[in-house]
């Protein structure tokens, strides 16, 4: 998504001409999954997920890499938190075959691995690392700043998943949600008696709207059931 960040000049919007790649979304082809994003994903945007433990972050993301891997797309999956078996072993449950899966945590690897791939997921942002001496907090900025320009430079679809801590507070800063283009959170249905009832919440979406979606996690994965709420909150960049 090569889009002119350095453009100063005022100009009326009926000058301003749309690029393409704002109508060319990546779609998985499973309508449930696709109207989370506002009908597909915008190639080169950036986003997290947050949920707490068992919530199924992975499960989730690992459902919609397969998804949109068997739509063509070449879908990646860098482990810092699970080792390649372990996740090999929940992709057999959930029938998952064609994602790409590798541990690896080091920015300036997972950056150069975006450059031909059209989707990366970083599980987690917290547990990612570099070779250059740096601090933590010049590590999340340095982080963030490296992953989410290769995502726009590449076009590359990027997926922090982010842990939150027992008190279902973001570890970390804030600097990763407000820099990233859509935040989602995946949270126990509260309303619910069902131990397996989630709530999909769409918090944040410069190109599409935000949204609360009902759905179930079984052995099997996410079944994802009718919005329940929602507001249309649309923020393009020029």
């Known amino acids: 998504m090569k889009l002119n960040f350095e453009q100063t000049n005022f100009t009326a ?19 449930d999954f696709d109207k989370l994003f506002g009908d597909g994903i915008l190639p080169g945007a950036s986003l997290t997920l947050t949920a707490q433990a068992g919530c199924g972050k ?7 890499l397969e998804h949109l891997s068997q739509a063509g797309y070449d879908c990646l999956y860098a482990s810092g938190e699970e080792n390649c078996y372990q996740l090999a072993f929940t992709c057999k449950r959930l029938n998952v075959k064609a994602v790409k899966i590798a541990n690896v945590t080091d920015v300036d690897t997972i950056a150069e691995a975006m450059t031909d791939s059209d989707v990366m997921v970083v599980d987690s942002f917290q547990a990612l690392t570099t070779k250059n001496k740096l601090n933590s907090r010049e590590l999340e900025q ?11 430079e590449s076009e590359c679809v990027l997926i922090f ?8 507070q973001l570890k970390g800063s804030t600097l990763v949600p407000h820099s990233v283009d859509m935040n989602m959170m995946i949270s126990h249905d509260i309303e619910s008696d069902d131990d397996t009832a989630r709530i999909i919440s ?24 009718e919005k329940v709420e929602g507001t249309k909150r649309a923020k393009s960049k020029k």
């Open 13 to 31: 919007v009926n000058d301003i001409e749309i690029p393409d790649i704002f109508y060319n979304r990546m779609k998985s082809g499973v309508a």
């Open 58 to 64: 992975t499960t989730f993301t690992l459902q919609l």
């Open 142 to 152: 340095y982080a963030i700043s490296t992953l989410c320009n290769k995502a726009k």
């Open 161 to 168: 998943i982010m842990h939150l801590t027992k008190t279902g």
């Open 202 to 225: 769409v918090s944040k979406n410069r190109f599409g709207a935000c949204i609360d979606v009902q759905a179930t996690m079984g052995y099997k994965g996410f079944h994802i059931g």
